[in-house]
C-alpha cells in the first residue's frame, strides 16, 4: 500500500520503518517541525513535507501524533477515499471526522527511541467506521504483525487501562521502592533481579502462580510489620496496604482485620 505517515515521533518512526520492512511504500512523512521531519525522512529515504503542503496520492494516511492533536491535524487534510487511520489507543474514531474511511491501528507496546521494533510480535489493535476502511487497516496490519484484534472503542479503553494498570504501575512501583533503598543508602539494585525474574515467570506460569510473598502467605505479622516501616510516607504506606488486602483475599485469606492506617 501507499502510506503518507503524519508525525516524527516514537510511533512513526518505528511504524515508517515497519511498513517498508513490510514491502509498503512509505509516499513521504509530514511534520510541524522542519528538523524532525527531514531527520525521519532521511532516515526512511522517502520525501518531507510541511502540515500545509499538497500530499501525494495515496491509499492511508496515518496520523501518529500527541493524542490531543489528531483532530487539529485530521481537519486539515483534504477529503478524499484514503483511509485515515489514527494509531491512539485512547482516542475515538470521532477524532477523524469529516474524512469518511476512518481507522484505527493501536501497537500494544511501549515504543521508545531506539533501534526500529520488530512488529511481528507486537499486538496491533484495530478499528475501523466502514469496511473499506476495516479491509484496508486490517491487510495493513497482519501485513505488519502477526497478532491482530479488532476491538471497539469502549473495549480500546478498557485494554488501554490494563496496560496501565499492568505495564505503568509495576514500574513506579519499583521507582518508589528503589527510592526506599536509596535513602538509607542501601543499593536499590538488590530488588532488581527479583523484579526481572517476576516479568520472567509471569510470561512463563501466568500471573496468579508466579506471585509470592507474605500477603499471598496470609503471614499478617509481617504484612503489618512493613506497613509499620512506612510511616514517614503514607502514599506508598496507603497503596501498601491496599495491595495486600486484594492479594489476601485472591489467595484465600479473606478474614483479616483491616490495617490500622
Ligand atoms: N510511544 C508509544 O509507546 C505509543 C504506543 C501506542 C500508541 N501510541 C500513540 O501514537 C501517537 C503518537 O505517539 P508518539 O509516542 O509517537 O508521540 P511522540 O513521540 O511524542 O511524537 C508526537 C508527534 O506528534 C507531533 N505533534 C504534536 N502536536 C502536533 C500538532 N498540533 N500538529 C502536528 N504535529 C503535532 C509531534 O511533532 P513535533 O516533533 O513537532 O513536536 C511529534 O511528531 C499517540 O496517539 C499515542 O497515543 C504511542
Known sequence: MKVTLIGTGRVAFHFGHALQRAGHTVEGIVGRNTAHTTTLAADLNVPAFTMNDPLPPCDVIMIAVSDDAISEVATKLPINDAVVIHT?????LGRLEPHPHRAVLWPVMTLS??????????PLVTDANTSHARDVVYA?????????RALVH?????VHAAAAISTNFPLHLLDRAQTLLSERGIDPGLILPSFMAMVEK??????????????????L?????????????????AAYALISSSILRAYGHPDHEQFDL
Do not use: K, N, Q, Y
Open 88 to 92: 491512539s489507543g485512547a482516542s475515538e
Open 113 to 122: 527511541p531506539g533501534a526500529p521494533a520488530d512488529l511481528r510480535e507486537v
Open 140 to 148: 495493513l496490519a497482519t501485513s505488519l504483525s502477526d497478532m491482530v
Open 154 to 158: 469502549e473495549d480500546r479503553e478498557l
Open 202 to 219: 509471569a510470561g512463563s506460569m501466568g500471573p496468579h502462580d508466579a506471585l509470592t510473598g507474605p500477603a499471598r502467605r496470609g503471614d
Open 221 to 237: 505479622g509481617t504484612v503489618r510489620r512493613h506497613i509499620d516501616r512506612l510511616t514517614h510516607d503514607p502514599e506508598l504506606r
